[in-house]
């Protein structure tokens, strides 16, 4: 009887799930609860194949190898995204967000906006927010735009640093912005497209993980795109993750998440201004 290695699933035991769900959550905060058995199983079962071995074998390994643990974590998260997802968020980042960055170069003088992408996954929202700004800003050179885009998942942000995109993709984008915007592709990348290089330069992209205990970034944001990314997490998790992040915005500035989070015990003095869209209190002013 003929067989399809491939097609066989490796079995797991609640043991081996306890100590894998264990590993990631501690690490990466991602909570697999003991209904995500199956979708753990399948998402490791071409690697464990790969690499000939059962999941304690596995388990071992990936204790003692630092890149097979990196490989298991992209292998985790879930990385569904697309352009201007969630597209009131970009309504508001183009107009209220952008009305207030002018009136602060009224008062401050300085033309610059800082916002982080802080679960970036595949690159398609801190794209969507580049282009959201430079549409606002409409050809006003004189701003800096520093967009900080990060994800633990190194296999995403090299999709997202590559800026090449195919046209199903690039569809969701209004078709006026794809000239000014991408490059079209010839020959081995026909059908795809490609941010134009002065889009690429205003995006940084590192691998950060938001379970790190003290967060390799320095600077304050105007805005933080914090969005689909919570609801991966436990409650303390998220809890902690938001906490460490406020203290990454500048009072006035904006948190976001998405539609599907919310914010309920409120850490580090939010207030909400529209469904999933976050203001920073100033610390000891009080009102917004
Ligand atoms: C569903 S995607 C959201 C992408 C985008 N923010 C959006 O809303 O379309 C979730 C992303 O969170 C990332 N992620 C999960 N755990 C993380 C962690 N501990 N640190 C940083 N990123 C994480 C995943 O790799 C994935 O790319």
Redesign the pocket.
């Known amino acids: 009887m003929a067989t399809n290695c491939d097609d066989m699933i490796p079995t797991m035991s609640e043991v081996e799930f306890r100590l894998l769900s264990n590993i990631i959550h501690d690490v990466?905060?991602?909570n697999l609860t003991p209904n995500k058995k199956p979708l753990l199983v399948s998402r490791l079962a071409r690697r464990l194949r790969e690499l000939g071995v059962n999941f304690s074998e596995y388990y071992r390994i990936i204790l003692e190898d630092k890149e097979e643990f990196i490989r298991l974590i992209d292998r985790v998260?879930?990385?569904?995204?697309?352009f201007l997802?969630e597209p009131t968020h970009f309504e508001f980042l183009g107009t209220r967000f952008v009305g207030e960055m002018r009136k602060k170069i009224a008062e401050a003088g300085k033309r610059s906006i800082r916002i982080w992408?802080?679960?970036?996954?595949t690159g398609?929202?801190p794209y969507s927010i580049a282009l959201t700004l430079l549409e606002a800003l409409g050809g006003d050179t004189s701003w800096m735009i520093r967009i900080l885009a990060?994800?633990?998942?190194t296999e995403?942000l090299k999709t997202a640093e590559s800026a090449i995109y195919d046209e199903e993709g690039i569809a969701r984008l209004p078709a006026q912005l794809w000239g000014k915007y991408l490059l079209k592709g010839v020959g081995e990348y026909k059908g795809k497209y490609r941010f134009k290089e002065f889009v690429r330069r205003m995006v940084e992209f590192r691998r950060?993980?938001?379970?790190d205990g003290k967060l390799p970034v320095r600077e304050e944001f105007d805005a933080i795109?914090l969005?689909?990314?919570l609801i991966?997490f436990d409650r303390p998790t998220q809890d902690e993750v938001v906490e460490k992040l406020s203290r990454h915005i500048r009072d006035g500035g904006y948190l976001f998440l998405?539609h599907s989070e919310s914010l309920q015990t409120r850490p580090g003095g939010f207030k909400m201004i529209i469904p999933s869209v976050y203001i920073k209190m100033a610390s000891n002013k009080g009102v917004h």
Do not use: M, P, Q, W
């Open positions: 990466a905060g991602i998260s879930t990385n569904k995204t697309e997802r992408s802080a679960a970036c996954s398609e929202e990060s994800d633990i998942c995403a950060i993980n938001l379970k795109f969005r689909n990314v991966y998405g």
